[in-house]
C-alpha cells in the first residue's frame, strides 16, 4: 500500500529550505562539470559544505552510514553522513543531482512549460526527453493564445513563424476564403512554426531557467512510500512528483492509468512538402469521415496531411488522400517526407471519466487527452495544461487542484467540442458553412476566430445565432 504523501515541492519547513539550498549548490557543482564535458552519472561529486542540524524533508535524522539525502542522491550510502556540527568533506562516487523534486517525462509543450514554470518558482526540476532536436509530426499551427502562454520565456517574432494571412475552407467540391486583419496578424492570430524550432525553444528557456534536461528515454517506472524512481537504460533519477508530459503514448499514462483505446484515437498522416511555402492555411473537409486534409505553411515547406477518428480511418488510406490532394493543389510539390502519429481525440464520455492526476502524479497534454477533437488543436491545452500543473504544486493539495483546474477551463470545453463533433462532420453541415462562409461577414469572422483558439465552443451557438444564417443554425441546433 502507497503511503499518501501530497505536500506539494514549494510547502516544506525550513530544514527543507536547508535542503533545496544544499541542491542547488550540487547542482551548480555538476553544472561546472558539464561545462568541462563531464557527464552527471560518472562525475566524482566534491562537496564542501557545513553541517548543521541534519534532519532531512522526510523528518528523518541523517546520522551515520546509510544516511537518506535526497541532495546527495536518495538511499546513497554516504559513510560519515551526520557527524553534527562539524565541517566536513565528502568525496563521493554517486551523482549529487539524481533526486528532484518533480521529474517531468517528456520536453514537448507541456513538459517543457512545466519545467520553465516550476524551475521559475525554485523546484528542482528534472526534464527527461531523449529526442531532441527532433521534428515532431504535427501541421505546426499554434494560435496566438498558445503564444502568448509563453510570451515571457518565447517571443514568437523571434522564431521562423509564418504568420497565416487566409485561411481557406473546402467542402462539396466548394470553398471560401477566411482573412485575418493586417492588426491581427502584427500580433500572431495563427502561427505556423516547426516543432523542432518551437519546442526546442521552450526547452532552452526551461534548461536556462534552471530546469535539468536529462537525454534519457524512459524505460521503467517504479514507486515506493515517498518517491518515484524513473529508469532508461543507463541513467534514473528518483523523484517526488512524476509529470507525464510524453504524448500520445504516454509511458507514464499506461503506469498511473491505462492507455488511450483506438475508438479515442485520431490518425493522423501526411508529408512535409519540402522547398514550398505559402502564407495562407488550407482545410478541406472532402473525403475523409470526422476529419480534414490540411496544408499548413512553414518557412521553407509545407506540413500537409489528414485526420480522422482511428477506429473510422486507416492511415494508408489517409496518406493516398493526401498524396492525391497534394497533386492537386500544391504545385511542384514532388519532395515529400512522410509523417504519421496518432492524436488523443476523447469522446464525451471519455472525457468525462478522465482522472489526469492523483497521488504525486500528474498527466500534462496529450498524455491526459488534451486536444480538441474537431480541430485537434493540442499545443495550446499543452502549455495551459503546464501552467495548471505547476500553479497546483503550489497549492495544499496539488492533485486535487490540478484536476479542479482542469475541468473548469479545458475539460469542459473539450466536452463541447465532443458533443458538436458528431454533427459537425455530416456533409449537410459542412456544404452549409462553406456556403454561409461565402455569403456571410459575420460567419468569416466567427470562422476566422475559431482556428486561431478565440471563439470557446460555449459562445458559438449564440454567436452563430446572431448571424442569421438560419440553415447553419438548424443544423447546429439539431445536436
Ligand atoms: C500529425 C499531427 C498534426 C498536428 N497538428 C497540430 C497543430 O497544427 N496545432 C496544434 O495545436 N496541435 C497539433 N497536433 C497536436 C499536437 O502535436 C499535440 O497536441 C502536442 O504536441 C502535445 O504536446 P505534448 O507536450 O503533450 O506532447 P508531445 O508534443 O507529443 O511531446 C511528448 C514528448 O515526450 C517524449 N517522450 C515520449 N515518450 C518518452 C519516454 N518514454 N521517455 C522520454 N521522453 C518521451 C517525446 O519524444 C516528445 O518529445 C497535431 C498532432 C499530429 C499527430
Known amino acids: 500500500?502507497?503511503?499518501?504523501?501530497?505536500?506539494?515541492?514549494?510547502?516544506?519547513?525550513?530544514?527543507?529550505?536547508?535542503?533545496?539550498?544544499?541542491?542547488?549548490?550540487?547542482?551548480?557543482?555538476?553544472?561546472?562539470?558539464?561545462?568541462?564535458?563531464?557527464?552527471?552519472?560518472?562525475?566524482?561529486?566534491?562537496?564542501?559544505?557545513?553541517?548543521?542540524?541534519?534532519?532531512?524533508?522526510?523528518?528523518?535524522?541523517?546520522?551515520?552510514?546509510?544516511?537518506?539525502?535526497?541532495?546527495l542522491g536518495i538511499g546513497a550510502r554516504v559513510p560519515g553522513l551526520g557527524i553534527r556540527g562539524l565541517d566536513w568533506k565528502l568525496e563521493l562516487?554517486?551523482?549529487?543531482?539524481?533526486?528532484?523534486?518533480?521529474?517531468?517525462?517528456?520536453?514537448?509543450?507541456?513538459?517543457?512549460?512545466?519545467?520553465?514554470?516550476?524551475?521559475?518558482?525554485?523546484?528542482?526540476?528534472?526534464l527527461l526527453d531523449a529526442s531532441h532536436p527532433r521534428e515532431k509530426p504535427c501541421g505546426g499551427g499554434v494560435t496566438g493564445r498558445a503564444f502568448q502562454l509563453v510570451a515571457s520565456a518565447v517571443e514568437a517574432l523571434d522564431l521562423p513563424v509564418v504568420s497565416v494571412r487566409t485561411a481557406s475552407f473546402?467542402?462539396?467540391?466548394?470553398?471560401?476564403?477566411?482573412?485575418?486583419?493586417?492588426?491581427?496578424?502584427?500580433?500572431?492570430?495563427?502561427g505556423v512554426v516547426g516543432r523542432q524550432v518551437f519546442d526546442g525553444a521552450l526547452l532552452a528557456a526551461a534548461a536556462r531557467i534552471g530546469a535539468v534536461h536529462r537525454a534519457m528515454r524512459v524505460t521503467a517506472i517504479e514507486r515506493t512510500a515517498s518517491m518515484w524512481t524513473v529508469s532508461a537504460v543507463s541513467e534514473r533519477v528518483t523523484c517526488d512528483w512524476l509529470i507525464g508530459a510524453d504524448g500520445a503514448?504516454?509511458?507514464?499514462?499506461?503506469?498511473?492509468?491505462s492507455p488511450f483505446p483506438r475508438s479515442e484515437l485520431s490518425v493522423a498522416t501526411g508529408y512535409f512538402v519540402r522547398d514550398v511555402s505559402s502564407n495562407e492555411i488550407a482545410i478541406d473537409f472532402d473525403g475523409v469521415p470526422t476529419g480534414y486534409v490540411w496544408s499548413f505553411p512553414r518557412a521553407d515547406h509545407l506540413a500537409v496531411g489528414a485526420c480522422g477518428q482511428a477506429d473510422t480511418v486507416s492511415a494508408p488510406s489517409l496518406l493516398a488522400h493526401t498524396r492525391a490532394w497534394i497533386g492537386r493543389h500544391v504545385k511542384d510539390g514532388g519532395n515529400l517526407q512522410r509523417y504519421s502519429w496518432p492524436?488523443?481525440?476523447?469522446?464525451?464520455?471519455?472525457?468525462?471519466?478522465?482522472?489526469?492526476?492523483?497521488?504525486?502524479?500528474?498527466?500534462?497534454?496529450?498524455?491526459?487527452?488534451?486536444?480538441?477533437?474537431?480541430?485537434?488543436?493540442?499545443i495550446y491545452f499543452a502549455l495551459l495544461s503546464a501552467e495548471h500543473a505547476a500553479a497546483s504544486l503550489r497549492g495544499h493539495s496539488p492533485d486535487v487542484e490540478y484536476v479542479q483546474r482542469l475541468r473548469d477551463t479545458i475539460y469542459d470545453e473539450l466536452i463541447r467540442a465532443a458533443q458538436?463533433?458528431?454533427r459537425f462532420f455530416r456533409p449537410e453541415l459542412l456544404a452549409l458553412l462553406v456556403r454561409a462562409l461565402n455569403r456571410s461577414a459575420h460567419v468569416r469572422e466567427?470562422?476566422?476566430?475559431?482556428?486561431?483558439?478565440?471563439?470557446?465552443?460555449?459562445?458559438?451557438?449564440?454567436?452563430?445565432?446572431g448571424t442569421l444564417e438560419w440553415g447553419l443554425m438548424f443544423e447546429l441546433l439539431r445536436l
Open 1 to 71: 500500500m502507497v503511503a499518501r504523501h501530497n505536500r506539494n515541492p514549494f510547502t516544506r519547513n525550513a530544514n527543507t529550505v536547508k535542503l533545496a539550498r544544499s541542491r542547488r549548490r550540487g547542482r551548480r557543482t555538476v553544472e561546472d562539470a558539464q561545462n568541462q564535458g563531464v557527464r552527471h552519472s560518472t562525475y566524482l561529486t566534491r562537496l564542501l559544505r557545513s553541517s548543521g542540524d541534519r534532519r532531512w524533508a522526510d523528518g528523518s535524522r541523517g546520522s551515520g552510514s546509510g544516511a537518506r539525502d535526497p541532495a
Open 93 to 126: 562516487d554517486t551523482d549529487v543531482s539524481s533526486h528532484f523534486d518533480v521529474a517531468i517525462v517528456g520536453a514537448g509543450p507541456a513538459g517543457s512549460w512545466a519545467a520553465y514554470r516550476l524551475a521559475e518558482a525554485g523546484a528542482r526540476v528534472a
Open 170 to 190: 473546402a467542402a462539396a467540391g466548394r470553398a471560401a476564403g477566411v482573412s485575418f486583419s493586417s492588426e491581427e496578424r502584427a500580433a500572431v492570430t495563427l
Open 249 to 257: 503514448t504516454s509511458l507514464v499514462r499506461r503506469r498511473v492509468a
Open 343 to 378: 492524436i488523443p481525440s476523447l469522446t464525451e464520455s471519455a472525457l468525462r471519466a478522465e482522472c489526469p492526476a492523483g497521488d504525486r502524479w500528474m498527466l500534462l497534454g496529450d498524455a491526459a487527452g488534451l486536444v480538441d477533437p474537431i480541430t485537434r488543436e493540442g
Open 420 to 422: 458538436l463533433k458528431a
Open 446 to 465: 466567427i470562422m476566422a476566430d475559431l482556428v486561431a483558439g478565440r471563439q470557446t465552443y460555449a459562445g458559438l451557438r449564440r454567436r452563430l445565432l
